[in-house]
């Protein structure tokens, strides 16, 4: 199994390389690809150094998969290019998710609509796949009618830039900034571009990309996204109606046999999710602070915690290259 990773030197690049490692995905060749000035560069790779190629010379050396992680423009372009050449594509850019014709997936949820025809397969949102990853057990049990979702996301999802830009503020050092103001011992209720509506585009892809996955237009969603100054995952709360009634400890239970779930909540011990003390460098996602909303009925509050490098970014991709090869559809 020859797999290319577009954009290893990235922040998810990076992390792909490491989710591949440790999940032993069956890799025979591995093929390192990024821009044409980080072409020759060297990276190890299962202990073993590899030279770093650009997209062109990727598409002749004939991967099976490319797991895509340089961005929109990068993913319109070059994309399609390795789908001609055969090569499936699972990508991380918001570039295909709400293209119609194109599989948006989380593995636990519809990776079943999967065919040998999709050459081009979307990864969706960090936010969304570990809200979408909690609720759907729930759906199929008591139906989601309307989500309220407030995110506290980790500067991880921006990149190495912001990372950078939190350290040196907090270091006092002058550098770089990722945002349009200071990160440290601040929140900025802004991720991504703002749109004609007043939403960003970040809330707009949770709205949009959860009725896709979950493959029901009905569900309605409105979503705060903001950026804290934190590392190692990101957090929501969530509050949720359903239309059907709910016991809360069938619900916890339900939650606590979800595939890819593990459920922290046990307040009197101060047991709740944390990004840097539960998620970073996990799977699962992490729910707790289950407790019904008081002001109407049908209706529960949560907390959701994962880490978005990986089952929002890395390990949710190769998860999908792991169901392609189980079942043979590459």
């Not at 954009?7 to 690809?33: C, D, H, S, W, Y």
């Not at 030279?51 to 423009?73: E, H, N, R, Y």
């Not at 359903?242 to 939650?255: G, H, K, P, V, Y």
Request: charged share 25%; aromatic share 6%.
């Amino acid at each position: 199994m020859k797999i290319a990773v577009v954009g290893a030197t990235g922040l998810v690049g990076t992390k792909m390389m490491q989710v591949l490692e440790e999940r032993n995905f069956p890799v025979t060749e591995f093929i390192p690809v990024a821009s044409e000035k980080s072409a020759g560069r060297e990276i190890i790779f299962k202990g073993k150094p590899y030279k770093v190629v650009d997209a062109a010379t990727a598409i002749s050396m004939k991967p099976q998969i490319a797991l895509f992680s340089a961005g929109g423009s990068t993913s319109l372009e070059w994309a399609p290019k390795f789908a001609a050449a055969g090569i499936t594509v699972i990508d991380n850019s918001s570039a295909w998710r709400m293209d119609p014709s194109k599989k948006l997936v989380v593995p636990e949820i519809n990776a079943d609509a999967l065919t040998k025809d999709d050459k081009i397969i979307a990864n969706p949102n960090c936010s969304t796949i570990q809200m979408v990853v909690v609720l759907n057990p729930l759906h199929k049990k008591y139906k989601v009618r309307r989500i309220v979702v407030s995110t506290y996301q980790s500067v991880t999802g921006t990149g190495k830039k912001a990372v950078d830009q939190l350290m040196n503020e907090r270091n006092g050092v002058s550098g770089e900034m990722a945002y349009a103001y200071r990160i440290d011992m601040n929140a900025i209720p802004h991720i991504d571009v703002f749109l004609e509506n007043g939403y960003t585009k970040e809330e707009m892809k949770m709205v949009n990309e959860t009725k896709k996955i979950m493959r029901d237009d009905s569900i309605r969603v409105t979503a705060t996204t903001v950026r804290i100054p934190v590392m190692g995952g990101h957090s929501e709360a969530v509050n949720v109606e359903f239309e059907q009634e709910f016991d809360l400890a069938e619900l916890r239970s339900l939650l606590e046999t979800a595939p890819g779930v593990t459920v922290i909540d046990d307040v009197k011990n101060l047991q709740y999710p944390m990004p840097l003390l539960h998620a970073h460098d996990k799977d699962d996602v992490f729910v707790g602070r289950l407790r019904r909303d008081e002001t109407q009925p049908k209706t529960l509050n949560m907390w959701v915690v994962s880490d978005n490098l990986r089952k929002g970014a890395a390990t949710n991709a190769i998860q999908i290259a792991e169901y392609l090869v189980e079942k043979k559809l590459v």
